[in-house]
């Protein structure tokens, strides 16, 4: 209860403090929280093994059943998301085509390299923290809780906060019944993508770029 705690003072300070930050910011805390979590992996698994200790089926079969759900929901949410699309096109595409808009180049590059970010993303939200909240509260106070916590670090960009709060339920819920990340992560990565192009409008290549020091671009 004090590690949590710790943690979500530490997130609320944080956020309150740095509304706008640059990139690599968010990159050097999730290196520190990569840190936080390889030093108490072990203590992680046996607080999974003593919340969940015996999982139905075996490994492959979970893992099946987990992309199964997470490509549903996927598919789901992307088909909101282009109606979304071709409803509120941002000022920033206004004049591109919406076939270039959903099947551009840029578009399937992000998803690749956003797969990693995502599946970190995942390992940090359901695997850590989710792992720890069940031992504090009821099932679904703990997803709901890790939810709210994955949407809040998308503050003060509250259109994407209310997507990432219904897909943290879903992609949480997923993993207490299945404990697959890979899945849980390719969604992730696929709608993220799908949310910057099609509704927003932003090149994530582009943005991701402008990040890198001038050596590298």
Same mark, same amino acid.
């Given at each position: 209860?004090? +590690?949590?705690?710790?943690?979500?003072?530490?997130?609320?300070?944080?956020?309150?403090?740095?509304? /706008?930050?640059?990139?690599? /910011?968010?990159?050097? =805390? #999730?290196?520190?929280?990569?840190?936080?979590?390889?030093?108490? *992996?072990?203590?992680?698994?046996?607080?999974? +093994? @003593?919340?969940?200790?015996? =999982?139905?089926?075996? &490994?492959?079969?979970?893992?099946?059943?987990?992309?199964?759900?997470?490509?549903?929901?996927?598919? &789901? %949410? =992307?088909?909101?998301? &282009?109606?979304? #699309?071709?409803?509120?096109?941002?000022?920033?595409?206004?004049?591109?085509?919406? @076939?270039?808009?959903?099947?551009?180049?840029?578009? !399937?590059?992000?998803?690749?390299?956003?797969?990693?970010? #995502?599946?970190?993303?995942?390992? @940090?939200?359901?695997?850590?923290?989710?792992?720890?909240?069940?031992?504090? /509260?009821?099932?679904?106070?703990?997803?709901?809780?890790?939810?709210?916590? !994955? %949407?809040?670090?998308?503050?003060?960009?509250?259109?994407?906060?209310?997507?990432?709060?219904? *897909?943290?339920?879903?992609?949480?819920?997923?993993?207490?019944?299945?404990?697959?990340?890979?899945? =849980? &992560?390719?969604?992730?990565?696929?709608?993220?993508?799908?949310?910057?192009?099609?509704?927003?409008?932003?090149?994530?290549?582009?943005?991701?770029?402008?990040?890198?020091?001038?050596?590298?671009?």
């Amino acid at each position: 209860m004090l +590690e949590v705690a710790a943690l979500a003072l530490a997130t609320a300070v944080f956020l309150a403090t740095f509304r /706008v930050r640059a990139s690599y /910011v968010d990159f050097a =805390l #999730a290196a520190a929280a990569v840190a936080l979590i390889v030093a108490t *992996a072990r203590r992680s698994r046996r607080l999974w +093994e @003593i919340a969940t200790p015996t =999982l139905e089926g075996a &490994a492959r079969a979970r893992y099946r059943s987990a992309a199964l759900l997470a490509a549903a929901f996927t598919l &789901a %949410a =992307l088909a909101v998301l &282009a109606v979304l #699309a071709f409803g509120w096109p941002p000022e920033s595409a206004a004049g591109t085509p919406m @076939i270039a808009r959903l099947f551009t180049l840029h578009f !399937f590059a992000a998803m690749l390299l956003y797969f990693p970010w #995502a599946l970190l993303q995942q390992y @940090i939200f359901q695997f850590y923290l989710f792992g720890r909240l069940l031992h504090l /509260v009821p099932l679904y106070v703990a997803i709901a809780l890790t939810a709210a916590v !994955f %949407a809040s670090v998308h503050f003060p960009r509250w259109p994407v906060m209310s997507v990432t709060l219904v *897909a943290g339920c879903v992609w949480t819920s997923i993993y207490y019944r299945h404990r697959a990340l890979l899945p =849980l &992560a390719a969604s992730h990565a696929i709608l993220g993508a799908a949310l910057h192009y099609w509704v927003f409008g932003h090149d994530l290549l582009a943005d991701w770029a402008n990040v890198l020091p001038s050596w590298l671009r």
